[in-house]
């Protein structure tokens, strides 16, 4: 097996019922919320084109036929926005169908993370390759996933992405136990456990939705059982690569200390949507005036 390989697939599970924004979801992916002007999704698609991956995988589940339609091509609308002449809206319309090779597989059972991940194992074959999850969104000013595939290659094992958290809060995350690497700005994974008990946790360092997998996880995928949830969770799997020997074996991890918004938590995802609007030349000139008057307000 050749892993010298620059990884080019990224594998995008968007099967989630996203319950937590009920009723907004009933009818639309939770991954279509619009953060500003562009679905969720399409943040996360431009920042896997923008590492170098052209080749993405969409695991998807019922009602997700939005998301193929987005990025797909819709002829009458190009041709409406031409024939005004609005090249601004016609080339932000065009975005979305030019960021690589989208194909898409369904779940069909809700059985976990690491099931989804599992799910991409024909596509993918004998080549390493990213796992970015649709609820984190990462600033595109801040790099961190070609960093991760940096790292892959020189490790030829998988890379996961950590960010510090309030110890608090760890229990609402996989939490990773990390020695230092010598000379090195990433750190080995020696351990991983999903959703700690607070007193329990070894660290504060909590596994965010970035990933960059040797393929031998999909073989300790299928050897692994329900776990937490009785879902079959990718943490479990990445804890037995951890402590494994041999080809592919050894995870270790970058600690990203950017912009992060979790779409998932409404908070955040408002966070979301007010932090990168209040960015936008066409947004900002009237926006941040109107929230100073508010926040004063309050």
């Not at 562009?38 to 698609?45: F, R, S």
Request: charge should be negative.
């Amino acid at each position: 097996m050749n892993m010298n390989h620059r990884v080019t697939k990224a594998v995008i599970p968007a099967a989630g019922l996203g319950t937590r924004f009920l009723p907004a979801t009933k009818a639309m992916p939770k991954e279509m919320l619009p953060v500003v002007d562009e679905p969720a999704i399409q943040y996360v698609v431009a920042e896997a084109s923008k590492a170098g991956l052209s080749d993405v995988l969409m695991i998807t589940g019922r009602n997700k036929r939005a998301l193929e339609d987005h990025f797909d091509r819709v002829p009458s609308i190009e041709a409406a926005l031409e024939a005004k002449g609005d090249h601004e809206r016609l080339k932000r319309v065009q975005e979305a169908t030019e960021l690589g090779e989208i194909h898409y597989i369904r779940q069909g059972d809700p059985k976990g993370l690491g099931h989804a991940v599992l799910c991409a194992k024909q596509h993918v074959g004998n080549e390493p390759f990213a796992v970015l999850l649709g609820d984190d969104l990462i600033d595109e000013r801040d790099e961190l996933l070609s960093i991760m595939i940096d790292v892959q290659e020189k490790t030829g094992g998988s890379v996961i992405a950590l960010m510090e958290v309030d110890p608090a809060q760890i229990s609402a995350y996989g939490c990773a136990d990390v020695s230092a690497v010598e000379g090195e700005g990433f750190v080995k994974v020696n351990g991983l456990v999903e959703k700690p008990a607070v007193e329990d946790a070894p660290s504060n360092l909590a596994v965010i939705g970035r990933y960059v997998l040797h393929p031998r996880v999909f073989s300790v995928l299928e050897e692994t059982a329900p776990g937490r949830g009785n879902e079959i969770q990718l943490t479990d799997a990445l804890e037995t690569l951890a402590r494994a020997e041999g080809d592919g074996a050894g995870v270790h991890a970058v600690v990203f200390r950017g912009r992060r918004y979790d779409t998932g938590d409404k908070v955040s995802y408002l966070q979301a949507v007010i932090s990168l609007a209040s960015e936008r030349d066409d947004i900002a000139p009237a926006l941040v005036p109107w929230l100073k008057d508010f926040v004063a307000g309050l």
